[in-house]
């Protein structure tokens, strides 16, 4: 304990001792003539504006300039903030995936721009564009430094012309200040411009950035300084009613719903740096469904949220808890589902709610979000209130403290609820560590729960460190959560434990090289149970290496020694069969080896491979997703995955198989078709899910959605149902 101590003090004392480093900068000249939006850069303005340039390589080196070169040019009106960008390509062979919203950033040509608006180096608002002018938006948190804090469902208005020539292609920008968050009087905000060049396999950046660390890590930010200050924020009220005429029948009850429903979001700004969000009646029927997946663990697996109202400042109330999502307090899924009487999991409809969000001032943010659920009598769910406070103090260069509190309460008394169903309670404080360079990360928090008459004890945990720099790697955790710790609103698949780990990755930068990036790591870790003398139930040894191509395809070969001790028999195949032996341990080998090909061709895959021992036998899996595009129109991938499992008697066998081929069409840039189809024989189920989307205005939009689900062992109907929803965004 006094070593862990010892430590966090250290680590203070070096985040503190940073400050963030700008090493470019360009100024943004103001403007009182329009401009035409038509991708030419024709006047005179651009002429004289302020440049930015000389790209650095992030891959597949960061020691060199880009080989194509890329400039853009900002300028800004009172309504406005306009960029211009030329970008130059070796063929007038463009690669673009698609033509759809929200394109995937590594299988097109593009470039984006991340504008920190509040300076803090925890969250940034990125726009990225294809020569085709094809938009993607995403609201960046937790620094930019993992792909949890890369968020596409966020959503605003802005407009993009652009031309695609022989030798270059230009696109012309416009942001409305209204679709960001800023201090009025601003008169700086921090600025990264990235580019991915397909045609070369490079990554460029104006700002150099080191390729230990993520492209999008807003530790390494330049600075666009403002002519004259800015004015206030003036964020238009936004209501976005929706009607859904929906038909669906539910087989295994037979229950046909024939019915039209009606409801809404609205969104107003509070200053110039708070959302007010407002649902009533909300629907989700055109949100895309989950992947389903092949599960042979023993806990749940966490999904991610897709939901429009969840999204906005997602992290204030979504980053809480352990890094690695093994003790969540919070997890937004959990509203609005519910298990009915026979533990079947349930849709349970949200009735309305609100969620404020935002910056109070420049060094406190706040979080505070309430839903209203309905009752279910049949069904035997409660109608519950459900409540997150949550408040963020920056301190040092990029670090954070949070506090919060959490509250799942019943509306009323219910017959069927036991008295310690009635309500959930979780409080917490966390300290959230990022060095201005990032090459220290961290969390510390303690979290505690309450329930009726279940006040005492009830801890969560964690101090986990992380230090990368060019060369090595190291990760250090340790999680404690007690066994009656209880987080309704949130993902805790395991109670009752202590963890610990280690991990330490060694990494070379070959030269001259078809390899970008090698090398090994290796990691230990361990799970103990208190309430057992401190017994050691689990433990995963892995030896692997990494192998990063200059053609940015990537490799991996993993090989593990796993152990577990069953507390309590489990059945790996979930077939029902006899189960493996309590209160028994078991130690196996296995191999995992993945590769990923170039995803910007127009054929691509990745393919996994593992096996080996198995409890007291053997599995083996087989794996992979088949892409080939007709660019940027249409895309066709099959997704497969074969597991075989194989125990002594009188245990059970299984082979399972999972098969998703998908459709996707982009007609235009506002008319997209996509169908997936999903196989599992584990979940005896075959799913069609069919989505036509017309996008008629702004983030505005018509859905025609086909749901199907069939039983696969006898063959025969589930689940249909048949949607038509209307949305439109309406600025007031």
């Keep these: ?15 503190f001792s940073f400050s963030q480093e700008t090493n470019s900068s360009i100024t943004v000249k103001y403007i009182t ?161 990235y580019r991915w060049d397909m045609q070369t396999n490079e990554q460029s950046t104006w700002v150099r950035v080191p390729q230990n660390q993520l492209l999008s890590n807003l530790a390494f930010m330049g600075e666009m300084i403002f002519e004259k200050p800015l004015p206030k ?86 980053n809480y808890g352990d890094m690695y999502n093994a003790a969540k307090p919070f997890f937004s899924r959990r509203i609005g589902l519910a298990r009915n ?32 659920t309905e009752e279910d009598v049949a069904n035997e769910i409660a109608s519950n209130n459900n409540m997150m406070l949550s408040v963020q103090k920056k301190v040092f260069s990029r670090s954070n403290i949070g506090l919060f509190a959490i509250n799942r309460q019943a509306f009323k008394d219910y017959d069927f609820l036991d008295s310690n169903e009635e309500y959930n309670r979780v409080i917490g404080a966390e300290y959230n560590l990022a060095s201005a360079d990032n090459s220290w990360t961290g969390k510390f928090y303690l979290h505690k729960s309450f329930q009726p008459d279940d006040k005492k004890g009830n801890l969560s945990s964690q101090a986990t460190v992380t230090y990368n720099n060019r060369k090595f790697t190291w990760i250090g955790d340790m999680m404690y959560v007690d066994e009656d710790f209880r987080a309704d609103l949130g993902f805790v698949p395991r109670t009752g434990i202590l963890k610990n780990g280690n991990g330490l990755v060694y990494k070379f930068y070959p030269s001259g090289s078809s390899v970008s990036q090698h090398g090994p790591g290796v990691m230990a870790l361990y799970y103990w ?13 892995s030896l692997y290496y990494n192998v990063n191509f200059t053609n940015q395809s990537t490799l991996r070969l993993d090989l593990q020694n796993q152990f577990v001790f069953l507390t309590q028999g489990f059945d790996p195949t979930r077939s029902g069969g006899v189960p493996l032996t309590g209160n028994h341990d078991y130690s196996f080998y296995q191999y ?16 996994l491979s593992s096996g080996g021992q198995f409890f007291n036998g053997n599995n083996f899996t087989a794996g992979g997703v088949l892409t080939f595009r007709f660019q940027p129109w249409v895309s066709l991938s099959l997704n497969t995955r074969y597991d075989a499992i194989r125990l002594p008697s009188p245990h059970s066998n299984a082979d399972y198989w999972l098969v ?72 007031l």
């Excluded at 304990?1 to 985040?15: A, C, G, H, P, S």
């Excluded at 055109?286 to 400042?313: A, G």
């Design 529 to 541: 149970r208190p309430n057992m003398d401190f017994k050691k139930t689990d433990h995963t040894y």
């Design 660 to 731: 998703m081929p998908k459709v996707d069409v982009t007609f235009t840039k506002s008319l997209f078709w996509s169908t997936l189809v999903q196989y599992s024989n584990q979940r005896d189920n075959l799913g069609i899910n069919s989505r036509l989307q017309w996008r008629y205005a702004p983030l505005s939009d018509l859905y025609l959605v086909y749901n199907d689900n069939y039983f696969t062992e006898d063959f025969g109907p589930k689940f249909r149902s048949i949607n038509l929803k209307l949305t439109y965004w309406l600025n």
């Design 233 to 318: 924020s003036h964020t238009a009220m936004a209501i976005i009613p929706y009607v859904n005429a929906l038909s669906q029948k539910d087989f295994v009850t037979n229950k046909p719903d024939n019915n039209i429903k009606f409801g809404g979001d609205a969104k107003l700004a509070i200053g110039n740096s708070m959302n007010l969000d407002i649902t009533v009646n909300p629907d989700f029927s055109n949100v895309e469904v989950d992947d389903i997946f092949t599960n042979l663990t023993r806990f749940e697996v966490f999904l991610p949220e897709k939901r429009q109202f969840f999204i906005d400042n997602n992290d204030l109330f979504g």
């Design 592 to 607: 995992n080896l993945t590769y990923q090909s170039n995803q910007a061709k127009v054929i691509s895959f990745n393919a």
């Design 341 to 372: 009487a026979a533990g079947n999991l349930i849709e349970n409809r949200i009735i309305g709610g609100v969620r404020l969000s935002g910056k109070l001032s420049e060094d406190w943010r706040l979080g505070f979000l309430n839903i209203q």
């Design 1 to 15: 304990m006094k070593r862990l101590v010892f430590f966090i003090i250290l680590f203070l004392i070096y985040t």
């Design 33 to 193: 003539d329009p401009i035409r939006l038509d991708g030419v850069l024709d006047e005179d303005i651009w002429q004289i504006a302020d440049k930015g340039s000389n790209f650095w390589q992030f891959f597949p080196t960061d020691s060199a300039k880009s080989v194509n070169p890329t400039e853009f040019r900002l300028l800004y009106d009172d309504h406005f903030i306009y960029v211009g960008i030329r970008a130059v390509v070796k063929t007038d062979n463009y690669v673009v995936a698609s033509l759809r919203r929200d394109f995937v950033g590594t299988s097109s040509d593009n470039v984006s721009l991340m504008f920190d608006t509040f300076r803090d180096g925890t969250t940034a608002f990125l726009f990225g564009m294809t020569p085709y002018g094809v938009q993607r938006d995403a609201f960046i948190s937790e620094g930019g430094a993992g792909a949890a804090g890369f968020n596409t469902t966020w959503d605003q208005k802005w407009l993009v012309e652009s031309k695609m020539h022989d030798d270059h292609y230009i696109l012309e920008v416009a942001i409305p200040f209204s679709s960001l968050k800023f201090n009025g009087g601003d008169s700086s905000w921090r600025l990264k411009c």
